[in-house]
């Protein structure tokens, strides 16, 4: 059956650093991902897509990846800050419009 | 409006009751989601409309669980004899109606209606 993964559960970082989530996926070939920010009691807010035939993809300080033979995706955060401690969610898109989410990373980045 | 609106915020019920949620998309968005989050876990799939009708219903847990859109806008999601597993977080999203960014199908939430069961 297809399978999103998103290998951490939660990850702290100090300040600065740049914060490297992860996403992995299996029995799909997605034409595209997506990640999603979620902050508590909010719903989840479209950061990024990036197309199969896109090796990279950025936008200020968000870099996202995206490997078709690993089957995986990474989502940097360069020179974190404290207002970008969230939720970190992964989608693809599936069939009939319909998108999987991933169960998301909880992100905090430590002054 | 100018984003995906759901009422009630939070609703408390007791267990056997029947409630309804609604969500009021983003105008001209012809697409509308319903989603599921319990605590700490990610977005369970429930039900997509497209205009009033629902290609895809296969996320619905149980025959308790129904859902309705009309005039091509405003959603209700219906939970008949609620049981104290329907706790959770019910999201609403909807999409824009252009097909080439439908394709993408770029989501927009709601903040949610909290429901507890107890």
């Known amino acids: 059956s297809q399978k999103i993964e998103q290998n951490s559960e939660a990850l702290n970082i100090q300040e600065g650093k740049t914060a490297t989530l992860t996403c992995n996926y299996t029995n799909y070939s997605p034409a595209y991902l997506q990640w999603y920010r979620q902050d508590p009691g909010r719903g989840p807010v479209f950061l990024l897509l990036?197309?199969?035939?896109?090796k990279e993809k950025r936008k200020e300080r968000l870099k996202v990846t995206f490997d078709t033979t690993l089957k995986q995706s990474l989502f940097h955060i360069t020179a974190s800050q404290p207002a970008d401690s969230a939720t970190y969610l992964c989608?693809?898109?599936?069939?009939?419009?319909?998108?999987?989410f991933g169960s998301g990373t909880r992100l905090s980045i430590r002054p | 409006g100018a984003g995906v609106s759901q009422s009630p915020s939070n609703k408390v019920t007791e267990k056997g009751k029947d409630v309804e949620l609604r969500c009021d998309p983003i105008s001209g968005h012809t697409a509308l989601y319903w989603y599921r989050q319990s605590l700490g876990q990610g977005l369970e799939f429930l039900i997509y409309f497209q205009g009033n009708s629902a290609p895809d219903k296969s996320g619905l847990p149980s025959d308790r669980f129904s859902a309705e859109r009309t005039g091509g806008s405003v959603s209700t999601l219906t939970i008949q004899r609620t049981q104290q597993e329907d706790s959770a977080v019910y999201l609403c999203a909807s999409s824009h109606r252009d097909s080439a960014i439908l394709a993408k199908n770029i989501q927009y939430f709601g903040a949610g209606t909290r429901l507890s069961v107890l």
């Open positions: 989608a693809l898109y599936s069939s009939a419009s319909k998108i999987i």
């Open positions: 990036i197309r199969e035939n896109e």
